[in-house]
């Protein structure tokens, strides 16, 4: 998805894009929800990650390529930049660079270890622990028995 790294998404858009991407699969593989397949089998069976983890990985690469920049870029001075002037009252709004803190805790590593670029892709391609997390939040349960109408005509 072009441009989302620098997105600062919020729980609400994640369900949006997590339920237009499902809508999709469904309409892929030729099936409809009377037919009582679950997303998670659906998903497993053509290889795809959710569409809210490709857009946290995005983000994390992005950031790691950014954090490798001189400290005088000014694309580096603008991750914590801060605006002056009195803010509205209520809650903030959710920044990129809270999304950023966010995914870099939940996979457990820091910002000192986006200078070592070949360290950071093995971390965020990998990104086993990230889709642990990903995983603990919306688990998969997988039925073997579920075949997908793409795989049916193939055969």
Known sequence: MHGSETWS??????????????????WMCGVKLNDRKKSEELRELLGLEPVSLMIKKSSLRWFG??????????????ITCEVEGIRQTGRPKKTWWDCVKNDMESLGVSRKDAQSRNKWRRRIKGGNRLTQV???????????????VCERERE
């Open 9 to 26: 998404t919020k729980v609400e858009h994640e369900l949006k894009m997590n339920r237009t991407e499902m809508s999709m699969i469904r």
């Open 134 to 148: 990903h995983l603990e939040k919306w688990p998969l349960k997988l039925k073997t028995e579920c075949v997908c």
């Open 65 to 78: 390529h950014v954090e490798r920049k001189d400290d005088n870029d000014w694309v580096k001075c603008c």
